[in-house]
């Protein structure tokens, strides 16, 4: 190599590329390491996983085999009676400290209709004979205690078959959601249009059927009356009043969104004039109309009507001790189906309303399993011994006679 | 080839050479056999001539050789002989003569009364009878064949094809024309082709096609009953009054249930589909017009009219007429087992009569042939060949080779596809699988039809309720309108309004809505899930590696895949003998000749894996008294041959009846020999191997010879050679029976030039050769015929050493191994050495086996003539004049030979010792009768060693003697009618006054863990049957050895030779065990054992043993019984006119096991079904053979032994296993489990639907009865379908009550089963009462929770949707046994699928089903406290009383498993072994003290067989003391 000499020399040259050579080693034991390695846990998971496969295939995986027997459920009767009756007494607590206060409105007395003899007539019967007539009543109630903070109003209706087949399924949702308004889908009949074809706003019976009686709430004070304040939104569910409910496009009235709809046939007032003040509570999204529309489980319900407004000076803390009166516009006729129509005033917990029937029945199911344990006790204490008596008998345990 | 031959004159073909003594066979036709090297050893030819229609018989005396037809001349002194050993059929019969097989059955089993009942049957086995007499000859014990049975359920499939599909089914009754392909020309269109019209050969077995799969699957499926009552509920939706879900929502269960059932099918046609695929890939080779040769195709683009070639064990691509067969007659074989299951070989030959020189070349087979339209009938073929000259050849099923079978003993065959693809004989006859309906099935049917009862009432009450409370209103509503109910319809006036809310309308028009509404109670997917569950069971079964039979390497089959819970419920087991509990591999044990007993030592084959037979090692005193008369021979006269008399040894002495004995073995049977391996000179691809067809194939023997490779080796192996030339030809070797593989066998001088031999030649055969006792033996070590025709040919006097240069070829191809191998073959296997016997049944395998290790070799066997080697004179060449063949009736077969020397016909037979004692010459000395008796005491100590004895005899006939019985015979044979019994006739007077030579034991071993599983069955409560067609004595110790008797087994045996004595029998029977009873119950009373006593009737021979009653306590009551029935009594007892049923299965029933013996296949059957419908008993059959079929189809389970068979059995059960052990483990573990799982998941499925409706009922109290429901529409369809069926599924198929160890150890548990206990008629109630009372739970603690609430009525609904879902989670997690993660895995899946389902359908889906919106729902529900705390307090209560409940049984008085589960853990926790560890002893004959029983046994042979039970014969009087 002639040229090398001016370049490095020679021998540095061959330790260099020895030293690239051992390098190149050295990576590739170190790759093959690697490869090694991942290879052997890629083996054994293979074989892990064919060992699966195997004990799956040959039924043999591993198999936890509980027996039924007295001492091997002891403790979860035992372990269920401690759970339930302590959940059961808070839970009786937490239901009594609701307060509520329901008023039977049914047979109400009109104020501005009289019998030919003076005597005040019972609204029923004045919108029996005349279904336009505004009848307007009071009832007055005294509050003896105090209710907490965040008291609502409800409606309730007993025999009110809501959860009919017929009735459940006499809505359109589409509808509801603003999509279509000229048709309507086939369930609503015969609340689907009138005769002139044009489309009830809402459709179907439950719409029809809505409760239209007002309800206010006045305290009766020396000054005289004060109407408390009640707030008409935040008593439908969030989702619904968001999603399941919504406007056909256009300004709420006649000419503009409802333009091809007519107001149900036993309604007074329009979907747009249900709440004149408030456009986000109004049309489909007025939400008395969506709690109305949420059918209830059974023919005697509550719905909740109204939250009462704790921004009232005096009600900050709630619904003190007083008198008060309700005053009901009644116009929704309940006697044909032999209903009964209530006020009701109530707290919640995080149950919701009162409901004792929870605490007690968590209480005697705690108790019967608490019961059972011990009968199972005493099995165990009793047969028990049977089975482990057989088991140890050995080679080593002597004959006993 | 034979032209040449013809010259010699002596009307023997080549292959006719070998006969040393005739001799006389000219040079030339010692070429011409050359070619021929595999010549067949079974030939044909005069018979056909003889028997064929008169017109055959001129076409082909026109064009078969002159050979042939002389043979067929030399044949006529035999008549109508036929040694057919197969599947002559259809020749014979047709023929009117030869030797019809009579039928093994029936003619003196079955009862007269019997043929009603059975008429269908016997009329399907005369059909099949008539049209071929196809049963197996020999001692086989095939005894029908299923082609019936074949035939009928194909036409059944037609008939509905034709009705239900429309589909055009070709009405061909004319016959077709078919052309070889390669005459016409090409590029002839399809349709103007004359093989046009035929389909191809693929072929197509799936289903359905991509297009037709919907429509067609569906229409399937509506045949089922209860997807036409689901779709009658969707049809009601439909109707608007009546409509109580969204139309679209209610149809999703009966898609889901159609969807899942069609994927199913879908699956299982995708699997048809793969398997047609492969089979239509497969190649095969074709003859093709342009490149002139064969060339490699695939089947499926075989078609009519192309000619094939196919090698030995290829698979038949087609049906095929065969054209040339390697075979100089024109003979091959096919092996029909894949089509019929019949594993032996049956005969085909090819078309004679084409060509004036029969040599057969493709391209000049320009024919055309005429044959029938396809058909469903297996054996039924007719066609024709026209020939130019006018006359026509016929074509029979002879000719005809099946698609599906296996060519078989034949080197090569050409053949003309005639029938393809799908009109092949066995496409249209490829049936599907059968369907049972399993016990627990029909129970929950009948369960199905309560829930349909149960569903009227609720509607019932729920449309009464909905009437009421229309009517509340009709009374006192103003206009009798709901106020706030929109009437149903659009109504147009106030009549229909009013109608329209009517009560009674109301209430009816909702009783339907109800129906919908409450549809689920039924429960629909309760069906298809019970199949899945099925279907995965059976996959584990199949999967359970302890199933595979190693030596076979076969493992479980499951054919029926709907009855895996009837292995669990099983009480009576029939099982077959031979084959099913031994291994039907016969090894010859024991002989006895001239009154001496010789007994050999079995070599048990220990090697599980290798296929090779148990064998046996050589007596050594028959062998020096073998050779005592074989050395006078050898060293009297050497090489000598002229003086045969001197030969001969003395008449009737005692060593030529050694003689006689082994010749008997060799000659009296239908083996055929099997010389070596076939090979072809054809490759894969159709090309002609030059190096092969040098080898051994015949093709080109005399190219080969010009090769100079070849001449160079054959050159230099002329020494060897010559060498062994001189040797055969004037020595004998001195001791060819040699001894046992230890001792060296004896030198003479004589024997050592073979040690001259080349190296290669002894080294090779010392590594090759099975035994080492023939090595030395010079002809056993060629064994090819090639050699022994060389030494034949060596040995004539006028061979010159110029001539035979071939033959040295083929010496060196044969003694240089490097030669012999070619690339293609193995090295030579000890298969290539000995020679390669075929029997049909292994017993004569045995006996040949046998005598050719005593050096009694049979060599080649055709129809007229026999091969043997025999000791002291080498080569024999017998001429069979006669074969009487075997039947059942005779129970023996013989064979009338013409000795060759001393022209002496001699009648050599061979039976069972009842049949040939009872035709031995009466007129005998006292000596020869005193033989006799020794034989008689010897075989019954055979039988009593458990041995299957055979009785060996000869006659001498005299000349007049034997023409006169010719004549006759001939007579019979030609007899039109009656000829059966006039050939029995026949039979018996030539078979008598038989001299008895000696008898034979051969063992049939036990199969491994036969007596284990046998206890293990019966300890699980099974009633064991051993049906057998084996002799009495033999049955009993069999029975005995397996465990079916136990030592303290009182032994009831039915010997009756009539009616009455029958009747007595039983009668005296049932009264005894009455008595016992009494006595037995008294004594317990008492407090004292009584002796008890028995008497022995009078008339009939029975033995009634009683056992001492403190042992039989220890029992139970009916375990210490056994009874023995044989097949005479049976007659009686099946004959329905006798009414001896009732009594006999009373009789039966008081006994743990019995035994039944020489019962026929149709008497196996017809036991099955009485147990089945008298006794009402779930039966199951195992067998392994053709003649347990029937059995095992009457049988509610039908078990199969994968054995050595054939695969008839198999395809008629609904398992098959390897081996009988394997039952235990499918009845004790798998059975029990399947029954215990599916019964418990079908209670919870009736339980997990009514519960769900029942809370829809409940709500209905709240709603008017108006049919709403406030679980929301989706919920309620998918509820059981996806959130409560998957652990169900699960737990059907992996829960296990306890491990299989357990079940294994403790075979009582199996009783659970047995007996029905967990699904017993209340346990569908309590379930159900179950469900009401948890709905009542679920429902009202919710509703009371909710009522006067704000709570909306779906938000109520998800609530107890929620806690209806826990609560059937739970129950099924308390009625799970054994947790695995598979388990757990379900029931979080099915929770996952709940809130999924949810979070999908609440969440996304706002207005989309046009249902009343479900938006939000879930959500709200999953943060309400409320609904928390609603769905734990009411779950827990609704399970609470199931769990108290299973909590006290099981700690209070828990069942046999709980507690076997309970010592289980017990003894694990404990850290000891509870004594379940299973004996292990060998599954050694059971000898109760059989050692040398003399005296008076043979007159009364068994009485003293049960000799650990005390016999007591008392008089009547004393036994009821």
């Known amino acids: 190599m002639p040229g090398a000499e001016g370049e490095t020399p020679l021998h540095v040259k061959v330790i260099e590329r020895k030293v690239i050579l051992l390098e190149n080693q050295i990576q590739d034991l170190k790759y093959r390491l690697i490869s090694n390695e991942r290879k052997a846990a890629e083996e054994k998971r293979r074989k892990l996983d064919s060992k699966f496969k195997q004990k799956f295939k040959q039924q043999r995986l591993p198999a936890w085999q509980p027996i039924l027997t007295a001492d091997t459920v002891l403790p979860a009767f035992f372990l269920i009676g401690l759970l339930f009756v302590p959940l059961g007494a808070a839970l009786l607590f937490f239901s009594r400290s609701v307060q509520e206060l329901q008023l039977d409105y049914t047979e109400c007395l009109s104020i501005n209709h009289t019998l030919a003899n003076g005597d005040a007539r019972l609204c029923r019967d004045v919108i029996k004979d005349n279904p336009a007539e505004l009848c307007i009543c009071r009832e007055n109630f005294t509050v003896h205690e105090s209710f907490e903070k965040n008291v609502y109003l409800y409606y309730g209706l007993d025999n009110f078959y809501q959860n009919h087949r017929r009735y459940v399924k006499s809505r359109d949702d589409k509808q509801l959601l603003g999509r279509d308004d000229t048709t309507v889908s086939n369930d609503c009949n015969p609340f689907a249009t009138d005769s002139e074809g044009r489309v009830y706003a809402p459709c179907g019976a439950i719409a029809n059927s809505m409760f239209n009686d007002t309800l206010r709430l006045f305290e009766v004070q020396e000054s005289g009356s004060t109407e408390l304040n009640l707030l008409k939104t935040g008593i439908a569910w969030p989702s619904d009043r968001k999603i399941k409910f919504n406007n056909p496009p256009g300004p709420l009235n006649a000419s503009g969104a409802f333009k091809n709809n007519v107001k149900p046939l036993y309604w007074t007032k329009n979907v747009y004039d249900l709440d004149p003040d408030d456009p986000n509570n109004n049309g489909y999204k007025n939400e008395d109309l969506i709690v109305w529309m949420r059918s209830a489980a059974f023919p005697t319900f509550r719905k909740l009507y109204r939250r009462i407004d704790h921004n009232m000076t005096g009600f900050k803390f709630g619904l003190h001790i007083g008198t008060y009166y309700l005053e009901v516009e009644y116009r929704y006729p309940v006697d044909s189906f032999g209903g009964k129509k209530r006020m009701i005033l109530s707290t919640t917990s995080f149950l919701g309303g009162k409901n004792n029937f929870l605490g007690i029945a968590y209480i005697t199911v705690g108790c019967i399993c608490l019961l059972l344990g011990i009968i199972f006790l005493i099995i165990h204490i009793k047969f028990g011994k049977r089975a482990v008596d057989q088991l140890n008998i050995n080679q080593n345990t002597p004959y006993s006679d | ?163 239900l599909f429309w589909k055009k089914v070709p009405e061909e009754n004319r016959t077709r024309v078919v052309v070889a392909n390669h005459v016409v020309p090409p590029h002839v269109p399809r349709n103007e082709h004359p093989n046009g019209a035929y389909p191809d050969n693929s072929i197509c077995t799936t289903k359905y096609t991509f297009l037709s799969f919907l429509p067609k699957n569906l229409f399937e499926q509506f045949h089922r009953f209860a997807n036409l009552y689901f779709l009658f509920i969707v049809l009601l939706n439909f109707v608007p009054a009546v409509n109580a879900f969204g139309k679209e929502v209610a149809m999703l269960p009966l898609v889901f249930v159609l969807g899942i059932t069609a994927i199913k099918d879908a699956f299982e046609d995708r699997r048809r589909y793969l398997s047609d695929s492969r089979v239509n890939n497969a190649t095969c080779r074709v003859y093709s017009r342009d490149e002139g040769r064969y060339v490699k195709k695939k089947w499926k683009d075989v078609r009519v009219g192309d000619i094939m070639h196919l090698s030995c064990n290829e698979i038949i691509p087609a049906d095929l007429v065969v054209l040339n067969s390697s075979d100089e007659y024109g003979i091959c074989f096919i092996e029909s087992s894949n089509l019929d299951g019949e594993s032996n070989l049956k005969q085909r030959q090819s078309v004679k009569g084409l060509a004036v020189d029969d040599k057969f070349e493709v391209k000049k087979f320009d024919y055309m042939m005429e044959i029938g339209a396809p058909s469903t009938k297996i054996y039924h073929f007719t066609g024709s060949i026209p020939l130019q000259s006018g006359e026509r050849v016929p074509l029979t099923k002879d000719n005809l080779l099946l698609r599906d079978c296996t060519l078989r003993n034949t080197d090569y065959i050409e053949g003309i596809v005639v029938y393809a693809g799908r009109e092949t004989k066995a496409m249209l006859n490829n049936g599907g699988t059968r369907y049972k309906r399993s016990k627990l099935e029909k129970r929950m049917n009948v369960e199905v039809i309560w829930c349909v009862v149960i569903l009227f009432i609720m509607c019932l009450i729920s449309a009464t309720g909905s009437g009421l409370w229309q009517n509340y209103y009709e009374v006192n509503a103003t206009i009798g309108l709901v106020p706030f109910i929109p009437p149903s319809n659009e109504v147009k006036s106030l009549r229909a309004l009013q109608l329209s809310n009517n009560s009674i309308w109301v209430g009816f028009i909702s009783f339907w809505t109800f129906v919908i509404i409450y549809q689920v109670i039924i429960p629909i997917s309760l069906y298809v899930t019970i199949e899945v569950i099925k279907l995965m069971q059976i996959y584990h079964i199949h999967c359970d590696k302890d199933f595979k039979d190693k030596k076979s390497g076969k493992t479980i089959e499951c054919r029926a895949l709907n009855i895996p819970e009837e292995l669990g419920q099983v009480e009576y087991v029939f099982t077959d003998k031979t084959g099913t509990l031994t291994e039907n591999n016969m090894v010859f044990q024991c002989c006895s000749i001239n009154g001496t007993d010789y007994t050999h030592t079995p070599v048990i084959n220990k090697n599980q894996n290798s296929d090779e037979r148990d064998t046996f090692t050589l007596n050594n005193q028959l062998q020096e008294e073998l050779a005592s008369i074989e050395l006078p021979l050898i060293y009297a006269q050497p090489g000598s041959r002229q003086n045969p008399t001197t030969l001969c040894p003395p008449k009737d002495s005692p060593s030529e009846r050694i003689m006689d004995f082994f010749f008997t073995l060799a000659a009296c049977n239908t083996v055929v020999v099997a010389k070596y391996p076939h090979r072809d000179a054809m490759n894969a691809s159709g090309m002609i191997v030059p190096n092969e067809s040098a080898n051994s194939s015949s093709i080109n023997v005399v190219d080969t010879s010009s090769n100079t490779t070849t001449t160079s080796i054959g050159s230099s192996s002329w020494g060897p050679n010559r060498v062994l030339r001189g040797f055969l030809s004037f020595s004998r070797p001195l001791s060819p029976i040699a001894s046992s593989p230890h001792s ?540 409560t069926s998957i652990p169900p599924i699960l737990v059907g198929i992996y829960d296990k009550d306890a491990p299989a160890e357990v079940l294994l150890a403790q075979p009582r548990l199996y009783v659970q089963g047995r007996e029905g206990r967990l699904y017993k008629p209340h346990s569908f109630w309590v ?158 004959v059971y000898r109760p003290n059989c050692t040398e029983e003399t005296g008076d046994e043979a007159s009364e042979p068994f009485s003293s067989l049960v000799t650990t039970t005390t016999v007591i014969t008392t008089t009547t009087d004393e036994a009821e003391v």
């Open chain 2, 1 to 163: 080839m034979n032209g040449k031959s013809g010259g010699g004159g002596y009307g023997d073909d080549g292959a006719y050479a070998y006969a040393h003594s005739h001799g006389g066979i000219g040079g030339a036709s010692g070429v011409g056999g050359e070619r021929r090297v595999h010549a067949r050893s079974i030939s044909h030819g005069g018979i056909m001539i003889s028997r064929e229609p008169p017109m055959l018989d001129q076409g082909m005396g026109g064009t078969l050789p002159q050979g042939v037809g002389g043979m067929s001349g030399g044949g006529g002194v035999g008549g109508g002989r036929g040694h057919q050993r197969t599947f002559s059929h259809g020749q014979l019969v047709e023929g009117g003569r030869g030797h019809k097989r009579v039928m093994s059955k029936t003619d003196f089993i079955l009862p007269a009364g019997y043929e009603e009942r059975e008429k269908e049957r016997e009329q399907q086995q005369k059909k099949t009878l008539s049209r071929t007499t196809s049963f197996p000859k020999g001692h086989s014990r095939q005894a029908s064949r299923s082609e019936s049975i074949y035939t009928i359920r194909q036409n059944k499939r037609t008939l509905l094809q034709k009705i």
């Open chain 2, 1327 to 1484: 379930n159900i009462l179950d469900a009401v009372y948890q709905s009542i739970v679920l429902f009202f603690f919710s509703a009371v929770l909710h009522e006067d609430s704000n709570t909306g009525m779906y938000q109520f609904g998800m609530t107890v949707t929620h806690a209806c879902l826990i609560a059937q989670s739970l129950h099924i997690a308390i009625e799970t046994k054994s947790w695995t993660v598979i388990l757990v895995f379900g029931l979080v899946l099915s929770f996952i699928m709940f809130y999924g389902f949810g979070v999908l359908y609440t969440m996304t889906c706002v207005a989309c089903l046009g249902e009343p919106s479900q938006y939000g729902e879930l959500a709200y529900a999953l943060r309400s406290p409320l609904h928390w705390l609603t769905i734990i307090l009411t779950a827990t209560l609704a399970v609470l009383p199931r769990f108290v409940v299973r909590a006290v049984i099981c700690s209070m008085s828990p069942d046999d498993i709980t507690q076997a589960l309970i010592d289980n853990k017990g003894s694990q926790q404990k850290d000891f072994m509870v004594s379940w560890s299973r004996s292990t002893s060998d599954s050694s």
């Open chain 2, 744 to 1283: 060296t066998p004896p030198h003479t001088p004589e024997a050592l030039p073979r040690y001259a031999a080349p190296t290669t030649l002894t080294a090779n055969y010392d590594q090759s050769s099975t035994s080492v006792s023939i090595t030395l033996n010079p002809i056993s070590q060629s064994n090819g015929l090639e050699n022994v025709r060389i030494c034949d040919l060596e040995s004539q006097p006028n061979s010159s050493p110029l001539r035979p240069s071939l033959l040295n070829i083929q010496a060196a191809q044969i003694y240089n191994p490097n030669f012999t191998r070619d690339s293609r073959s193995p090295t030579p296997s000890p298969m290539d050495i000995t020679p390669i016997y075929e029997a049909e049944s292994p017993d004569e395998l045995a006996l040949v086996d046998a005598a050719y290790k005593y050096g009694f070799r049979l060599l080649r066997r055709t129809l007229h003539n026999i091969l043997i080697s025999l000791p002291g004179y080498g080569l024999c060449e017998y001429e069979v004049l006669h074969v009487l063949p075997f039947d059942s009736n005779r129970k023996m077969m013989s064979i009338i030979v013409c000795h060759p020397d001393t022209q002496e016909k001699i009648l050599y037979c061979k039976g069972a010792d009842s049949a040939i004692l009872d035709r031995l010459n009466r007129g005998v000395d006292d000596k020869t009768k005193f033989r006799i008796f020794r034989t008689q005491q010897h075989l019954n100590s055979f039988s009593k060693k458990g041995l299957r004895v055979l009785c060996m005899a000869k006659r001498v006939l005299t000349d007049t003697e034997y023409k006169d019985w010719t004549m006759k015979h001939k007579e019979a044979e030609n007899s039109l009618s009656n000829r059966d019994h006039k050939l029995q006739e026949s039979y018996s007077r030539i078979e008598k006054n038989l001299n008895l030579i000696g008898a034979t034991g051969i063992e049939d071993r036990l199969q491994d863990g036969v007596p284990e599983t046998i206890q293990a069955l019966r300890n699980a409560g099974i009633v064991v049957w051993v049906l057998t067609g084996d002799k009495q004595e033999t049955a009993i110790n069999i029975a005995y050895s397996c465990a079916l008797f136990v030592p303290n087994m009182e032994i009831l045996k039915l010997n009756a030779r009539t009616k009455d004595q029958a009747e007595r029998t039983i009668q005296f029977y049932l009264r005894q065990i009455e008595q016992e009873e009494e006595v037995r119950q008294r004594a317990q009373m008492q407090g004292t054992a009584q002796g008890n006593g028995a008497e022995a009737s009078n008339g009939a021979r029975m033995e009634f043993s009683a056992v001492n009653d403190n042992n039989r306590r220890q029992n139970g009551p009916s375990e210490q019984r056994g009874l023995v029935v044989d097949g005479r009594t049976l007659v009686y007892i099946l004959d329905r006119r006798a009414n001896l049923k009732k009594p006999f299965l009373t009789l039966a029933g008081k006994c743990s096991a019995a035994l039944c013996c020489r019962a026929t296949p149709l008497q196996k059957s017809l036991i099955v079904r009485s147990a089945k419908d008298d006794l009402k008993v779930l039966t199951l059959a195992v067998g392994d053979g053709a003649n347990d079929v029937s059995m095992i189809q009457t049988a509610d389970v039908g078990v199969g032994i994968s054995g050595v068979e054939g695969r008839q059995a198999v395809m008629a059960s609904d398992y098959a296993i390897a081996r009988f052990r394997h039952l235990e483990k499918l009845l004790l573990v798998h059975g029990h489990w399947c029954y215990d799982r599916l019964s418990r998941i079908i209670l919870y499925f009736f339980y997990k639907n009514a519960s769900f409706v029942l809370i829809l009922l409940c709500y209905q109290l709240y709603n008017g009865f108006s049919g709403s429901s406030m679980i929301d529409q989706m919920y309620l369809m998918v509820f059981n379908l996806l959130f």
